[in-house]
């Protein structure tokens, strides 16, 4: 499925309204960008579904931390042991 779409450049398409449905939603000014935030397309047709979400759940644990560590120490132990290994 992920090869079908991608040959048919649907992953551009559903991208594309996704963000744009999302950045609508939570109002994201999308006039300003983070250059590494251009990664995101290129990492999905490499590590598909199964590959990026515990990558992300990864990544939003590590700056929940950093950002909110009074709610980070609030997450059962076995979660944040489950996905912060290396932390």
């Keep these: 499925m992920q090869k079908i779409t991608?040959?048919?450049?649907?992953?551009?398409v559903l991208f594309h309204q996704i963000t744009d449905k999302l950045a609508r939603v939570f109002r994201v000014?999308?006039?300003k960008q983070r250059i590494d935030?251009?990664?995101?397309?290129?990492?999905?047709?490499?590590?598909?579904r199964i590959g990026i979400f515990p990558k992300s759940i990864h990544k939003f644990l590590v700056n929940l931390k950093r950002t909110h560590k009074?709610?980070?120490e609030t997450l059962a132990k076995d979660l944040v042991d489950k996905h912060l290994p290396n932390e």
Excluded at 6 to 12: A, G, L, S
Excluded at 38 to 48: D, E, F, T
């Design 70 to 72: 009074e709610i980070f």
């Design 6 to 12: 991608i040959d048919n450049k649907i992953d551009t």
């Design 29 to 31: 000014n999308t006039t």
């Design 37 to 48: 935030s251009v990664h995101i397309k290129s990492n999905m047709c490499h590590l598909g």
